[in-house]
């Protein structure tokens, strides 16, 4: 078992998911993007000073002052945070849509998300949106052409086409057989 003082990288996540927890503003409850941005820098200078142990005690009186002006509006933002989970999570449990009557899923939603091919469904504990499902996919070219124009089943062709390779690679069959001389030569005197 790692404990908390002893692990710098667990230290800091048991801290910031704790200052999380109390200091759950969001964006929407500033009246504007820069004191939303104020406040996220105050909280990030206070994790970094906790983390680093500068202050602490005036941090953590700090942290009980504001738990106390403002805990009926943690507790309202833990509310919403946690009913946005539970939504999440019975839409990803939901069973796919049905739209049609031979009981086949819808084709404008995979997994019973409702999204769209392509897009992104909702995350379960909050960290980057999963992606459902692959958007469409590229067509093969028509007419048996390669992108150069070239008959794809042409057997001339792609030997041509591994020998120009090859060359281009700097190799060649002359360079096989004189390193195979050479190999041989130089083992007889060993």
Do not use: C
Not at 54 to 82: G, T
Request: hydrophobic share 35%.
């Amino acid at each position: 078992m790692v404990i908390a003082g002893s692990n710098p990288h667990n230290k800091e996540i048991a801290i910031r998911r704790r200052i999380a927890s109390i200091y759950n503003k969001r964006e929407d409850d500033f009246p504007s993007l820069r004191e939303y941005n104020d406040y996220l820098e105050e909280v990030e200078d206070m994790i970094f000073n906790l983390i680093e142990g500068v202050d602490v005690q005036a941090i953590e009186e700090k942290i009980k002052q504001y738990q106390k002006e403002n805990a009926e509006q943690i507790i309202i933002n833990q509310a919403r945070k946690a009913e946005e989970l539970a939504a999440a999570l019975t839409a990803s449990k939901a069973g796919p849509a049905q739209n049609d009557t031979d009981g086949a899923p819808s084709q404008s939603s995979q997994g019973g998300f409702g999204v769209p091919l392509g897009q992104y469904a909702p995350t379960m504990a909050g960290g980057q949106p999963r992606p459902t499902g692959m958007g469409p996919q590229p067509l093969p070219l028509s007419g048996g052409l390669d992108m150069h124009g070239y008959a794809i089943e042409d057997e001339e062709m792609m030997k041509l086409r591994a020998e120009r390779g090859g060359k281009a690679g700097g190799w060649s069959i002359e360079l096989s057989k004189k390193r195979a001389l050479e190999e041989a030569f130089a083992s007889i005197w060993v």
